[in-house]
């Protein structure tokens, strides 16, 4: 079982993600891969949209293999982001994103989008201290959240929307596992 947490920054995704793990006995991962951490604050700060997208298209790639090993050595898995925020923030962003480009990689059983108002997010992310990343794409974040439905609607893929501001990540967990129990997704 594959579930993916998408959404723009400060909705809560790595708080419900460190939950979801627990309750479900499930490993959570976070996109992108480990080994990419060293380079991303250099390419967050100074590539350009299109080498932007190629580097996180390319840790896509990487955590699907990674995704898979845990998932064939009978794990659930609860990721932190996956392709479908590589691919919204970067067409947002102007980059030759494109759906065939993660055609080869493992699709979620699941997909939670969590969202938020403009002005809760940015209270969070100030609270939080903002990235390179964060100050680049702060004035495309309300297209960013928009766009995530229009997405996830064109790619036909099973998901949910939680709102997380006027749910605790307590509940917003308890709405996730009731999903999975309605579609029966073990």
Known sequence: MLIALEGADGCGKTTLSEIL???LGA??????????????????ESASNEERYQFYRDGIYDAHH?????????E???????????????????????KEDFDSVIKPDLTVILALSYDTQVKRMMHRGMSEADHRDFEKQQE???????????????????????????????????????GAIT
């Open 66 to 74: 990674e995704i898979m090993d845990l998932i064939e050595n009978g």
């Open 144 to 182: 960013v959240a928009r766009a995530f439905y229009n997405n996830a609607l064109e790619f036909n893929i099973p998901f949910i929307v939680i709102d997380t501001q006027f749910f605790s990540a307590s509940q917003c967990a308890d709405i996730t596992i009731a999903a999975l129990n309605i």
């Open 27 to 44: 490993t959570r991962y976070s996109s992108p891969p480990k080994k990419y951490l060293k380079a991303r604050k250099k390419i967050d």
């Open 76 to 98: 659930k898995v609860i990721t932190d982001r996956y392709w479908l925020t590589t691919y919204t923030y970067h067409k947002i962003m102007g980059a030759s994103a494109s």
């Open 21 to 23: 793990a627990q309750r």
